[in-house]
């Protein structure tokens, strides 16, 4: 007596949830809510539970930004710049639409960097992406191949990095990095620095002229508009 180890009871054969005995035995199946199976029938009922999914995770959603919408003015030289992407799709597969482009007011447009993207979510923070950019107005047109990568950093930086092959086999890469610092609850101050890299001198884009690093013989040249800025943007 006082040494003896009781054994557990056995559990009911309908026993579910807390009725089971505790254990390290494998989890037990989930109760499926189909109580109006029993009146309507599987059929009937399925088509709601379908819509019911869709409404509650595994719905279709979409999102514009304009990120910047920027205005130049300078006797004689007043311009424009602007970012924006979108997005359309669910949590996990999406279409993503990103432009940029720049140019002065009464001339052709300068240049605008459009992307359309498969977009894949690998992770909480991260998205995989595939597709095409299409450069007009850099000199000739160029179309690329590109995949990359997007998403948020530790400490809330958001991120990107893209690699491409244009149609001439012209090699480039680009990244950015942005954040978000707060200075009221309504005005947040966003540096962001950008850099664009080329496998090959490309005069027709203006592309080159400066040797960054050689790995394995080939050349990576900087492109002539690295860009590191600050703006502020106003919360409504």
């Not at 311009?79 to 993503?96: H, K, M, V």
């Not at 086999?169 to 005005?187: C, H, N």
Request: a negative charge; charged letters at 25%.
């Amino acid at each position: 007596m006082g040494h003896c180890t009781p054994k557990d009871a056995a559990p009911a054969e309908d026993a579910v949830g807390t009725d089971l005995a505790p254990g390290t035995g494998p989890a037990p199946a989930p109760v499926a809510a189909n109580y109006a199976d029993r009146v309507w029938g599987r059929e009937a009922m399925q088509p709601t539970r379908d819509d019911l999914r869709r409404h509650h995770g595994g719905g279709t959603f979409s999102k514009v930004t304009i990120d910047l919408a920027e205005l130049t003015i300078a006797k004689g030289h007043e311009g424009y710049r602007f970012e924006t992407d979108a997005w359309f799709g669910g949590d996990i597969n999406r279409l993503a639409l990103k432009a940029e482009g720049e140019g002065t007011f009464g001339e052709a447009i300068e240049g605008v960097d459009f992307k359309a993207l498969y977009s894949r979510a690998i992770g909480p923070y991260f998205n995989l992406q595939g597709g095409l950019r299409q450069e007009i107005g850099h000199g000739p047109d160029r179309t690329h191949a590109v995949i990359g990568i997007e998403g948020l950093a530790p400490y809330w930086f958001e991120v990107d990095a893209y690699l491409s092959l244009s149609t001439q086999g012209e090699l480039r890469a680009s990244a950015s990095a942005e954040y978000d610092q707060r200075l009221t609850q309504r005005l947040i101050l966003q540096p962001k620095i950008e850099f664009e890299l080329s496998a090959q001198d490309i005069p027709a884009l203006g592309i080159g002229g400066r040797v960054l690093e050689r790995r394995g013989g080939a050349p990576s040249a900087l492109r002539d508009r690295a860009r590191v800025r600050a703006l502020c943007r106003h919360r409504a």
